[in-house]
C-alpha cells in the first residue's frame, strides 16, 4: 500500500473545533436535555457518619402532591445487586457499594433515600420530610485509629478496616539502606482532595417499556464501563442498554467511575416507564463525589556519596475511604503510589508496600495523576534532601540517576516497562530555559537580604495509554487494554469517524480528527468525529488513564488505512494506475509525480457507493472500516518541572514567581492543546500545593463542604507558565504518540513542596505535608523558633 502523503496536521497548532458550539451555548450536558414526561430526583443524604438504619418512614414524602415516587436501600436491593468491586489481587477484601444505604450508612453525605417528583423543588422538599431513625455507632474518621486493635468495623464481611495490602520489592533494600554512605528520611502526608469538576455529576434515564430499552445520559468519561456493569446490576440484555455522554463539563478521573446515582435513576425509571433526571448541587459534589490522595509516606533513600541511589523503602498508608469504587476498586490508589515511587531513576534495591484503610469518608477513586503526585513528592523531596546533605545541586543529583538512554526499555522495581522517554532532555533544556545557575544565584542574594525566595525541581514519568498486558487498577477484572474506531467516509466524500472514548475537555474532536484527515488525506474540515455513545461506537471503554490519543488515535490510524488502502485501490481503478504509485492529498488522490493525473476523493467515494459495475473485480461496495488497537505494554511520558517561589514574611502566603514545564509527550498532535492540558494540570497542582484540602473532623463529619471553605485556585494564584517540549516519538505506539493529560498534576506539587523548602533553607525548615497553607508554615516557622 502507497504510504500516507507527509502529515500536515498531526503537529500543527490547530484552533479546537469544538469550541465554537461549546462556547456559544450549544454543547449537549446532561441537564440540557428535559424529555417528556421527565420527573426530577433528589436524594436524602445521613448527617451520620456511622450509624444503623433502625427504620425508615416514606409517608409524609409520599403524601406531598407532585410526588411520583420514594425508593429506599431495600427498593432498589429488588431491582439491581450491590456494586462489588472485585480484584485478583492477593489481600483485598471485596465489599458491597449499595446504591442507597442498606442496614447502615458509613459516611456523612451517603444517600439513603430517593424521591422522583415533578419538580426538584417538589423532590428537595418531599426528601425532607423522609423520616429516617438512626442508631448512631462510633465514627472511624483516623485511618492509623482505624487499624488499632478494638476499632468499629465499618464492613462486617472484610473483619476488619484493612481492605488491602500490597507489595513490590527488588534487591535487598535492607542491606543497601545499611551499607549507604547516606540515608535520608521523612514522613509525608499528603492531604485528601477533590475534583471540583465546572460540571457537577448529573445522570438522566429514560426507559422505553415497549422495546425494554435503557437509555442513561451521564455525564461519565466511561459510558462503556458503565453500560456494561449496569447491564449486569440489571440484569439487562447489553444491548438494550445506550450510554450516552456527548459533552462532559471536566472529570479529571473523578468521573471515570459507576456511581449510585447513575444506578438509582435506572431503578426509578423502569419502575415508573418516566425519564428520571438527577443535577447534583455543589453540596452533594463536595459530599459524594470520589476524593483524592489522602496518603501517608513513610520513606527513606540511600545514597552512595557521589549521590547515586543504592536503595529505596517506603511504607503508605491511605485512606480509601467508605466504599471501594467500581470499577477501579479501593487498590488504585495506594498500590499506584508505590508502583511509581521509583520514578525515573535507577533504583536497584527497592521495598514498597502499601495499605488501604476503610474510613468514615467519602470513597477515594481515580484523580488526575493518581497515585503519583504523592509518589512524586516524597521522591523528589527526598532527592533534594539528599543533595542538601551532600552538597550537590539538585539537578546534578537526578541527572546521575536517571535511566539513561542505553537502558530503555526499562523495567522498573514495580514492573512497569518503561518503552523510553527523555528524562535527561526534559532537565537540561529546563536548566537551560530557565536559566538554573541564575536563578539559585539570585534566589540566594533575596534570602541574604531578608526575603524568603526559593528554586525548585521535579522530574517524573507516568505510564500512559496502557495495553492490555496490565490493567489501570492492579488486579481489577476489567479490560481496559483496547479502544477502537469506525471511519465511515459517505459518498459525497466527507468522513465520520467514531469512537468509544468520551471527551471531557481534552479536546478529542480536534485532535482525532487531525489524525484521520492526516491517514486519508482529506481536509480537515471534512472530519466529524462522534464519541460518548454506546449506541454509536464499536466496544470501548472511555476517556482515562491518558490512554485516548494512544488507543483511539491508534484504531484511528489503522481503521483509516484500511479506508485509505481500499479508497487508492478504486482510484487505480479510475485512473489506470498501479495503488503503489498513488499518493491521498488535500481531498485527491494524484498520481505521484504527475500533478494532472488525479480523481478527487468525492469522485472515489461516490464510485465506492456505485455498484460493483464500478469497482475493481471481487472489491464490494463501501467505504468504511472498524479496527481495534491494543498497545500492550503502553508508553512513557515524562517531564521536568521548575519554579521559582517567595514566602511572604508576614502572611506566610506563598507566590509563584515562576513556572517552567519541559515535557515528553512523544509526537504531538496539536501543541495548542498539550499546552492547555499542561497550564490545566499544574493549575490543579498548584491547588494540591497549596490551597485544596478536604477536611473531615474527629467525628467523620466534613468541614469544607463549599468552596467558601474548599479553596481552588483562582486566575490570581495561577502563574504564567514556560512550556517547552521535548518530542520522542513511541517506539512502541502507533504515530508515536504518548498521554500527556495528568502531568501538570503530577509535577506541580513536588516541585512548589521542593521551592518553598529551598527558600527556608536557611531556617533548616522542611516540607513534608501538603498543601503548604499559610497557617502550616506559620506552624512550622513557630516550632522552630521553639526548638532553637
Not at 50 to 72: K, N, Q, S, W, Y
Not at 253 to 281: H, Q, T
Not at 294 to 308: K, Q, S
Not at 572 to 597: K, T, W
Request: hydrophobic share 40%; aromatic share 6%; proline share 6%.
Amino acid at each position: 500500500m502507497s504510504p500516507p502523503a507527509t502529515p500536515k496536521l498531526v503537529g500543527a497548532r490547530v484552533p479546537r473545533l469544538e469550541d465554537p458550539r461549546l462556547l456559544t451555548g450549544q454543547g449537549s450536558y446532561v441537564d440540557d436535555h428535559r424529555p417528556a414526561g421527565l420527573l426530577h430526583a433528589a436524594f436524602l443524604r445521613t448527617p451520620h457518619a456511622h450509624a444503623r438504619i433502625v427504620r425508615i418512614d416514606v409517608r409524609a414524602a409520599l403524601a406531598l402532591p407532585g410526588v411520583a415516587a420514594v425508593l429506599t436501600g431495600e427498593d432498589i436491593a429488588r431491582d439491581s445487586k450491590p456494586v462489588r468491586a472485585g480484584s485478583r489481587m492477593p489481600a483485598y477484601k471485596v465489599t458491597s457499594f449499595p446504591a442507597l444505604a442498606q442496614g447502615k450508612v458509613r459516611y456523612s453525605g451517603e444517600a439513603v433515600a430517593m424521591v422522583a417528583a415533578e419538580s426538584r423543588y417538589v423532590a428537595e422538599d418531599a426528601a425532607e420530610r423522609v423520616v429516617v431513625e438512626y442508631e448512631p455507632l462510633p465514627a472511624v474518621a483516623d485511618m492509623e485509629a482505624a487499624l488499632a486493635p478494638g476499632s468499629p468495623v465499618l464492613h462486617e464481611e472484610a473483619g476488619d478496616n484493612l481492605l488491602l495490602a500490597r507489595e513490590f520489592a527488588r534487591g535487598d533494600v535492607d542491606a543497601a539502606l545499611a551499607g549507604a554512605h547516606l540515608v535520608v528520611r521523612e514522613r509525608f502526608r499528603f492531604h485528601r482532595h477533590t475534583a471540583v469538576c465546572m460540571e457537577n455529576r448529573g445522570a438522566l434515564a429514560e426507559y422505553a417499556s415497549g422495546t425494554g430499552a435503557l437509555t442513561l445520559r451521564s455525564s461519565a468519561q466511561c459510558p462503556g464501563l458503565v453500560r456494561d456493569i449496569l447491564a449486569d446490576l440489571l440484569d439487562m440484555p447489553e444491548h438494550l442498554i445506550r450510554v450516552v455522554a456527548t459533552d462532559v463539563g471536566g472529570g479529571f478521573g473523578a468521573k471515570a467511575s459507576l456511581y449510585p446515582e447513575e444506578i438509582a435513576v435506572c431503578v426509578m425509571a423502569r419502575r415508573l416507564g418516566r425519564p428520571v433526571k438527577w443535577i447534583g448541587d455543589r453540596r452533594e459534589d463536595l459530599l459524594a463525589t470520589s476524593h483524592a490522595w489522602d496518603e501517608i509516606i513513610e520513606a527513606e533513600l540511600g545514597v552512595a556519596a557521589d549521590g547515586a541511589i543504592v536503595g529505596l523503602r517506603a511504607e503508605v498508608k491511605v485512606d480509601v475511604g467508605a466504599y471501594s469504587i467500581y470499577p477501579w476498586t479501593a487498590a488504585i490508589e495506594p498500590v499506584q503510589t508505590i508502583s511509581f515511587l521509583p520514578g525515573p531513576y535507577r533504583v536497584g534495591h527497592y521495598r514498597g508496600r502499601t495499605r488501604g484503610v476503610t474510613t468514615c469518608k467519602a470513597p477515594i477513586g481515580p484523580y488526575r495523576g493518581v497515585g503519583r503526585p504523592p509518589a512524586v513528592f516524597a521522591v523528589e523531596g527526598l532527592l533534594d534532601r539528599a543533595a542538601r546533605r551532600l552538597g550537590m545541586d539538585p539537578t546534578e543529583i537526578r541527572l546521575r540517576n536517571f535511566i539513561r538512554a542505553e537502558e530503555f526499555p526499562y523495567k522498573s522495581p514495580s514492573g512497569i516497562v518503561w518503552d523510553t522517554s527523555s528524562f535527561t532532555e526534559t532537565m537540561l533544556r529546563s536548566r537551560e530555559a530557565l536559566g538554573w545557575e541564575a536563578a539559585r544565584a539570585e534566589a540566594a542574594r533575596a534570602r541574604a537580604a531578608g526575603r524568603w525566595v526559593g528554586v525548585g525541581v521535579a522530574s517524573y514519568v507516568e505510564l500512559t495509554g496502557i495495553g492490555s498486558a496490565i490493567t489501570v487498577s492492579p488486579g481489577m477484572p476489567v479490560p481496559t487494554g483496547t479502544e477502537a474506531a469506525t471511519i465511515r467516509m459517505d459518498p459525497s466524500g466527507t468522513v465520520t469517524a467514531v469512537f468509544g472514548i468520551a471527551s471531557h475537555g481534552q479536546g478529542l474532536e480536534t485532535t482525532l480528527a487531525q489524525v484521520v484527515a492526516d491517514e486519508l488525506g482529506v481536509p480537515l474540515e471534512t472530519v466529524r468525529v462522534l464519541h460518548g455513545d454506546t449506541a454509536l461506537s464499536p466496544y470501548g471503554t472511555g476517556t482515562y488513564a491518558s490512554r485516548s490519543a494512544v488507543l483511539a488515535g491508534g484504531a484511528g490510524i489503522l481503521a483509516s488505512r484500511d479506508v485509505r488502502e481500499k479508497m487508492l485501490k478504486i482510484a487505480a481503478h479510475l485512473l489506470e494506475a498501479d495503488p503503489a504509485d498513488l499518493v491521498a492529498q488535500d481531498g485527491r488522490v494524484a498520481v505521484r509525480g504527475l500533478g494532472d493525473r488525479y480523481v478527487s476523493v468525492r469522485d472515489v467515494a461516490r464510485t465506492a457507493y456505485s455498484g460493483v459495475r464500478r469497482l475493481p473485480r471481487g472489491m464490494e461496495p463501501g467505504l468504511e472500516a472498524t479496527r481495534f488497537y491494543d498497545p500492550y505494554y503502553g508508553t512513557a511520558s515524562s517531564a521536568t518541572h521548575m519554579a521559582v517561589v517567595e514566602v511572604d514574611r508576614e502572611t506566610f502566603g506563598v507566590r509563584i514567581l515562576r513556572y517552567l514545564v519541559t515535557e515528553d509527550c512523544g509526537r504531538i498532535i496539536n501543541p495548542l492543546i498539550v499546552d492547555g492540558q499542561v497550564h490545566g494540570g499544574v493549575a490543579q497542582g498548584v491547588g494540591a500545593a497549596l490551597l485544596e484540602e478536604m477536611v473531615y473532623d474527629g467525628e467523620g463529619q466534613l468541614l469544607t463542604g463549599t468552596l467558601m471553605d474548599y479553596l481552588v485556585p483562582t486566575a490570581s494564584e495561577v502563574p504564567v507558565m514556560e512550556v517547552h517540549h521535548v518530542e520522542t516519538p513511541s517506539p512502541t505506539a502507533l504515530g508515536g504518540f504518548r498521554g500527556m493529560g495528568e502531568g501538570g498534576t503530577i509535577g506541580a506539587p513536588a516541585v512548589l513542596a521542593n521551592a518553598v523548602a529551598d527558600a527556608l533553607s536557611d531556617l533548616g525548615i522542611e516540607i513534608n505535608e501538603l498543601p503548604i497553607t499559610p497557617e502550616r508554615l506559620f506552624r512550622l516557622l513557630y516550632r522552630r523558633r521553639e526548638d532553637g
